[in-house]
């Protein structure tokens, strides 16, 4: 059964709960238990469960592995590159988890709107930069964009995992505006 | 132990096949026996098992999934995608699927020209429009975008196929340009 | 007296309340003493008094003077082509003005990301449609904009006052990248 | 009074003088006593008269400021940017200006058509880059620009003065193209 | 040999009279006794022969041609698209051009600044709009402009013959552009 | 006579070889009994004699004539710029002179899709560099444009060469755009 509330969430229809295989109502209960809600993300692509299960393994992949970056600096790549990518659901559901990983009420807002003028350090713009670049014209990314980078102190992981996290969210960033992924509520204010 | 030969297909390390974890040596080797040869877009991202896990289900989650478009068209969706943003590897290798799975030699080449100008159905113009439209501009996609691919004989589920193969190559096509993906000499010839 | 705290809020000098003229330091005062702290685009621009007062008196004539625009819908029309401007000042400012002037905690940051997605009206869209076509391709403005508006309930004035508004906000938005204009921190919660 | 051959100058109403309000019509009357006819901007703006006022306050708080920038240079800026923005009203009357300020003939045709190429200074050129960087991408407009102008023999009020006149022309500029604001045959053969 | 002077219309060597092909001076001669001036194009392209006499045979071949076109909305065409494409000898010679074929002293700035504002017939914007598509972006045309264009009054021909000058003078803007081709003082004021 | 079946490869009338003027169809029996079949190019210009005469001697001049780049460098402008302006005939047969003239059977695919990751010199990219600026953004080239292609082995002769194939060849692509010209199928596999 799929309910009319739901379905205002997306163009498509969202199954409920009790609808969805195990494994994927298991995954969305564990994470309302720990947030406190459903994010909408886990509704609307649960739609198709093959391509649920590959989305949040490539997410965690990429967002929960060990490495240089941050929690805090690869939700930057995420706000940045949603945002040129007009997402409203990632912008304002990544824009609420940068606000917690860096316990900063204020960077999310300013990474949106301009990162190039955020509180933030010229290390993690030249992140930006770079990210922005895969986001818009990987086309053109060559030798000198290693270099730069390198010469800020990254290392070829870290290069690898920016560019990863670019790329994924720009697929997130498409379905979201196709589907018309309605952000949580609750999203907006979490962190301020 | 990382050859120097294989490292010239990408700008990351590329794992050795018996340094591989198992699941992925066995996916690799399958995909051989039936190849011929092994697909570089294996080897390179080979480098990152857990992505490689995820990018490989979610490929095969759009890409070998039943449904109304034809395998041919949905190869179409890549070529015509990814010659957009210019990933040398994605065009090469999927416009010789495209060649097998159209039996056609002369459509690959067209569809990466010029889709509006191939010889295809005036149908799947309208399917590589939206296509297009998600790959570049998902910002904009609306109402009546769904009208139009619903008045030329798509359904729902067709969309959400048409706009899924559209952002996972998205994200496909930059980790091709940003690793320097190679495209083995192999697929220049198939199908012609 | 300059004073480096108020420095670091623009690229350029900024005066302190007792360096300017009269009729600015009373305008400024009557701000301060009405929203509780000073929005720092009046210290930005004391810097250059006769603009300072053109800047204002524009300003009021557009988002003061009577009309059918209601005062939430201009903030809308500001949030979004300040957006497109990727203009922080504007973008955060005015964001909490139009939480404030629509009652609605969540309406600026959707307004920001895509205003094609925000909870608004149809013909809110339609006019920031056409705010959006002023300020970036002015030059294609013509009789089938002005049908449209009008056959969406807009008149004449309406139609003048959205341009304006789109337009003068294009020049502050433009001040506000280059003076670096840093917004208050207060801005940020106003309204949610 | 609206006379019908007035209002083709403008899609919107024109006034007439004796309908304007006294201090309007005393600057316009002025002007044309100078000029020996009334530009048209001044017809079509005073249909807003609060706009009106802030508009001239504001162009003459930066074409008639003292400042190192000379009176030609200052025409330079509008010619250029407002040749980018397509705006007939502001190319044809700016570029009699800058022939009369400049007493060089062929100067604004060259200015309008691609400064790059004109028959203007060097420090000139970079002046109209920073201008065109104002008008088109403000926000990417950073240190590096201060530091270009700066060792090109700008200083800050310079910087200044050349970023306000670009903003303020890109607000004339979508003002004339919503209103179609029709340039006054006298401008095509001043100082020619 | 080759004079300083005749060089500062070209960053390429430009011949001398002298030096030219007896078919190229005669050419040239003619014009001159024609116009009373050498075009400075035609000094410029000397400098190769070959390419010259097929730029000056594809040149007559489509604007002396007979057809349906009038000399003056040829002309249009040219300075519409050259002015797109900011070519400073094309707009500012055949702006010249224009003023004489359509003895109007006003049209050619019109035109040059922003066609869409012109003193033209709609049919004529119809033409440019086309001119311009090609001139910007020919992979997208395709049946609905030869429909439009014919439901305008144009034929068949006469779509081939703005198609055609919009091509051609493509090439010739790049030339220009890449040769820093310098127009002739006499262009600025003939026909106003 | 005109058969339905040549007007297949063009929008427009296609003359037989019996219609043409001598001239025209000697040349285009040469090229037949060279290459063994008539591309599709010579057909569909030869709709108009005159500017059919005026483009060979063009392509002639700029293709045959001797000079620094090698044939197969030519080819390579050809097929870079006309895959940015999309140009299915020109992309496919001349893709298939470049393998022949490189004797490399994967250059052109690698050119058409993205030339900065073919296999080509540093050189050759650069020249590709300033091939595709001529072709996009002619109106920015400058005298580093120069200084880079002459530190890098161009001489100035070199440099016309580079401009005139890139141009030549964007009036070719707007033609065939416009006459939905159909490359020869023979051209898909010459070469490989």
Chains 1, 2, 3, 4, 5, 6 share one sequence.
């Not at 990474?111 to 713009?125: G, P, S």
């Amino acid at each position: 059964m799929t309910s009319d509330k739901l379905q205002s969430i997306s163009r498509f229809p969202v199954p409920s709960l009790d609808e969805m295989p195990e494994d994927i109502r298991a995954r969305i209960e564990a994470v309302q238990e720990k947030s406190g809600f459903i994010p909408n993300v886990f509704l609307v692509l649960a739609h198709r469960p093959d391509e649920f299960r590959a989305f949040f393994a490539y997410h965690d992949a990429l967002m929960e592995k060990p490495g240089n970056l941050t929690k805090a600096e690869r939700e930057m790549i995420v706000v940045a590159t949603s945002s040129a990518n007009q997402c409203q659901y990632c912008v304002i559901a990544h824009g609420a988890i940068l606000r917690v990983r860096a316990k900063n009420p204020l960077i999310a807002d300013q990474v949106a709107t301009n990162y190039r003028k955020a509180e933030i350090t010229e290390k993690q713009k030249v992140m930006l930069d770079f990210a922005m670049k895969v986001s818009r014209q990987a086309e053109f990314v060559g030798e000198q964009d290693f270099e730069l980078l390198k010469s800020n102190g990254f290392d070829e992981e870290d290069i690898w995992d920016i560019a990863g996290i670019s790329a994924f969210f720009g697929l997130s960033n498409r379905m979201a505006n196709v589907t018309n992924m309605v952000p949580n509520p609750e999203f907006y204010s979490i962190g301020r």
